[in-house]
């Protein structure tokens, strides 16, 4: 018996041993695009300068407004932070590979890559529930929230939201670095992503599934029912408002933020609450593609629209 589990063991390692390893992998992006390839290379990059503009203007005004010193439009300048970081970590290479039709990279590129859309990802997810937190407090506790929500549990909320996003989404990329990759040396996808890149795997990759599924209950189930509870009770408590004028006032202050966390909840869960073997690659592409490149453009978009203090802000500081 000992012999023949030995032997089998012998017969795995020398099969594995006889296979290349890959360390480098060509993502095929959108293949076939054909007459639309400059087109649509020319709308993703207008987007990305418009995400970028958008975003940083967003933390100038903050910065530069003193009636948007308050820690709503701090969590905002955060938000806006973590849109930069997610789109600037995908769109370039995204455009590379539609430009020219396909591009290579290394796996620890591949891996970093994954990090930092993990960390961007996961850093909005608790920024989105301190935001719903602070509209909680200043709707349900208006006479005690500049005591409660104050500049050093601003400070606080924000360290950990980026404390929590950089180290959890770092056992998912060490664990996928520690496996053996037999190849395809291909990826039909424009981002590294955990699905994508398991499929290159020979190693179990149970593990990583695994992890993922643990990992959904701190980074997207718990701040989901966090948001919903801090909603139920603004809305119970704007109800109680006697006043017409006084509902729209206290509505207006929370309306921007449930938009922006109906559009990113909707987009992630559909992206990563379904079976990775779910979803054909067209699908995942596309969702891919609104929650890296639509989602951080419209979060400055509902956010300037729809926020009366910002757009006099814009208008102030840009003399429109």
């Given at each position: 018996m000992e012999k023949v589990l030995s032997d089998t063991v012998y017969g795995t390692f020398l099969n594995m041993k006889n296979q290349t390893m890959i360390t480098e992998v060509f993502l095929l992006g959108f293949p076939n695009l054909g007459r639309y390839r400059i087109f649509i290379f020319s709308q993703i990059l207008g987007i990305y300068f418009l995400t970028l503009f958008a975003n940083i203007l967003i933390i100038v005004l903050v910065i530069v407004s003193k009636k948007l010193h308050s820690p709503m439009y701090f969590f905002l300048t955060q938000m806006s932070i973590s849109d930069m970081l997610m789109t600037t970590n995908t769109v370039p290479e995204m455009l590379s590979i539609i430009y020219n039709e396909g591009n290579s990279m290394s796996l620890k590129c591949c891996l970093f890559q994954l990090y930092l859309y993990g960390v961007s990802a996961v850093s909005e997810c608790f920024l989105l529930t301190v935001m719903s937190y602070d509209r909680y407090l200043a709707i349900c506790f208006p006479l005690l929230y500049n005591s409660m929500m104050d500049s050093t549990l601003c400070l606080k909320c924000i360290v950990l939201c980026w404390i929590l996003g950089l180290s959890l989404m770092l056992v998912t990329p060490i664990t996928i670095g520690n496996f053996l990759f037999c190849g395809p040396d291909y990826i039909d996808h424009f981002v590294c992503d955990v699905a994508p890149l398991l499929e290159l795997s020979c190693s179990d990759t149970v593990i990583v599934q695994i992890e993922i599924l643990i990992l959904c209950g701190p980074v997207i189930?718990?701040?989901?029912?966090?948001?919903?509870?801090?909603?139920?009770?603004?809305?119970?408590?704007?109800?109680?408002?006697?006043?017409?004028?006084?509902?729209?006032?206290?509505?207006?202050?929370?309306?921007?933020?449930?938009?922006?966390?109906?559009?990113?909840?909707?987009?992630?869960?559909?992206?990563?609450?379904?079976?990775?073997?779910?979803?054909?690659?067209?699908?995942?592409?596309?969702?891919?593609?609104?929650?890296?490149?639509?989602?951080?453009?419209?979060?400055?978009?509902?956010?300037?629209?729809?926020?009366?203090?910002?757009?006099?802000?814009?208008?102030?500081?840009?003399?429109?």
């Open positions: 189930i718990i701040p989901f029912i966090i948001v919903m509870v801090s909603y139920i009770y603004i809305a119970l408590t704007i109800i109680r408002i006697p006043s017409i004028t006084g509902r729209q006032k206290a509505f207006s202050t929370c309306s921007s933020h449930i938009t922006v966390v109906s559009i990113y909840y909707s987009t992630l869960i559909c992206t990563y609450a379904v079976p990775f073997k779910g979803k054909s690659a067209s699908l995942s592409k596309i969702l891919c593609l609104f929650y890296t490149v639509v989602t951080p453009i419209l979060n400055p978009i509902i956010y300037t629209l729809r926020n009366k203090d910002i757009k006099e802000a814009v208008m102030k500081h840009c003399k429109v």
